[in-house]
């Protein structure tokens, strides 16, 4: 299936490992030049260089939490690339913790990072000028956290709920201007992040073992296969597919 990827440009945040990453290679191979970012300059080069051998790629050093960070990744996407089609907008997990364990400071540095910085970026790209027909999309990375709390993770059940909604409010208002947003909700994906988050226990064999058995498939999911989806969400394959909220999680969710 032809995607319509090739020749488009993309912006791809929390870019230098796990779900940004997958996405990022998954879009690069179908043939859209991108701008990757994160915030470590030496791992965002490196992540530029696992992808496919001829990509059109720009690593830049980016914190979400910035302000100027939406201003600085478009013009290089339009200096670059002279045009921008969409983002991708990931952002690393909030410390894992009990809620009666975390602190305001904490909450208010991820609110900066994790919501604030997200909605920055979004509202940033989808503001771009752009021809209706051509459609802007932006597909934001959340989590399973949206729909159903987990356990140690109290910050991120409390701000992702919230963003998810917020996207929900922009996709109807750009959507008369042809612009697309959608989330996804990945759940148990085999990255970094979530291995730590099983390391956390005092037994992660064991954590792993019990959470792929609330999974139908069985099995957690692997990056590739989450930036299969995401790639063609962002795509003008979806061009129709705005404004909702797709589990990546192998069935764990029990809600529709």
Do not use: H
Not at 4 to 14: A, D, K
Request: charged letters at 20%.
């Amino acid at each position: 299936m032809d995607c319509g990827l090739n020749g488009r440009t993309y912006i791809v945040t929390g870019a230098s490992g796990g779900l940004g990453l997958a996405t990022a290679k998954v879009l690069a191979a179908d043939g859209a030049d991108l701008v990757i970012a994160s915030r470590d300059q030496e791992r965002i080069a490196a992540a530029a260089e696992q992808l496919p051998t001829g990509a059109n790629v720009r690593a830049v050093a980016a914190d979400l939490a910035d302000p100027q960070t939406p201003a600085r990744l478009i013009a290089v996407a339009k200096e670059s690339f002279g045009r921008l089609d969409g983002a991708v907008v990931s952002v690393g997990g909030p410390p894992a913790g009990k809620l009666g364990d975390t602190t305001e400071e904490q909450w208010r540095a991820a609110f900066d990072s994790v919501f604030l910085g997200g909605l920055r970026m979004a509202r940033a790209v989808l503001d771009e000028p752009f021809e209706p027909e051509a459609q802007m999309a932006v597909t934001m990375v959340l989590s399973s956290s949206v729909k159903s709390p987990i356990p140690g993770l109290a910050i991120s059940n409390g701000l992702r709920p919230g963003l998810a909604m917020a996207a929900k409010t922009l996709a109807d208002e750009y959507g008369p201007r042809g612009g697309r947003v959608n989330v996804l909700l990945p759940g148990r994906i085999d990255t970094d992040r979530v291995r730590s988050l099983d390391a956390g226990s005092r037994d992660a064999e064991a954590t792993r073992a019990k959470n792929e058995g609330a999974i139908p498939l069985g099995r957690y999911g692997t990056p590739e296969e989450f930036g299969r989806v995401a790639a063609f969400v962002t795509s003008p394959a979806a061009s129709y597919l705005s404004g909702i909220a797709i589990p990546v999680d192998g069935g764990f969710l029990r809600a529709l």
